[in-house]
């Protein structure tokens, strides 16, 4: 059975700081999906990372996979308060649509 | 592009009663799943539907059961309300290798 999981759960970081998160997932996926969430909201689709080395990047935020550690990371250059919000990474079973979800990293971003 | 409208947005339910929730994919998308989001057990994927044919099924008791109609169209259906029914129930839609893009979700309380 897949299991995901994130670190940090909460974050607390000040405005102009740089900081990662950390996505681990235990049995091969084929992909691995980052999604940010606002309060009362729904998720909003960040990234999609493919294969072994994947680097995405996106305004400040930028997204890597290595498939053989089963690790993700979502890294957070220069932080502004706009990107205050829950992140989830998800990873999808080789075979079918199913995502699991690692538990979300609230972020804080204070000014 | 119209993305993925979910109906109704807000549910108050009491417990024993039946719920239905309507979720519109985005055109051309011919996959839905469905997602159960909670504080305390997180995003759980409930099922998958493609092509009218329910493809995978989360671990959630019989009460919830879902159905897709040949326009895309999905709905989703608990039976016999309990009180940790209470969540955000969110749809996603996807081509079939594509991203999974969220609609806004259905928040459902049970009293």
């Known amino acids: 059975e897949l299991k995901v999981e994130q670190n940090p759960l909460f974050l607390s970081m000040q405005e102009g700081k740089n900081y990662t998160i950390y996505c681990n997932y235990s049995t091969t996926s084929d992909r691995l999906y980052w999604y940010r969430q606002d309060p009362g909201k729904s998720l909003e689709s960040l990234f999609v990372?493919?294969?072994?080395?994947a680097v995405k990047q996106e305004g400040r935020l930028m997204a890597s996979l290595d498939t053989k550690a089963r690790l993700s990371t979502l890294h957070i250059t220069a932080a502004v308060h706009d990107l205050s919000a829950t992140y989830f990474c998800a990873a999808k079973e080789t075979s079918g649509s199913r995502l699991t979800f690692g538990e979300g990293t609230q972020l804080t971003v204070n000014p | 592009k119209a993305g993925v409208t979910q109906t109704p947005r807000y549910l108050i339910k009491t417990r024993g009663q039946q719920v239905t929730l309507s979720c519109s994919p985005i055109?051309?998308?011919?996959?839905v799943s469905w997602y159960q989001q909670t504080p305390g057990q997180g995003l759980q994927f409930l099922f998958e539907?493609?092509?009218?044919?329910?493809?995978n099924k989360g671990n959630f008791p019989g009460r919830f059961s879902g159905r897709q109609f040949s326009n895309s169209r999905s709905e989703m259906n608990v039976s016999t309300l309990e009180l940790g029914d209470s969540a955000l129930y969110l749809c996603?839609?996807?081509?079939?290798?594509?991203?999974?893009?969220f609609g806004p979700g259905t928040r459902l309380t049970v009293l």
């Open positions: 996603a839609s996807r081509r079939i290798t594509d991203t999974q893009y």
């Open positions: 990372l493919l294969s072994n080395g």
């Open positions: 055109s051309g998308h011919r996959s």
């Open positions: 539907y493609f092509s009218e044919t329910q493809r």
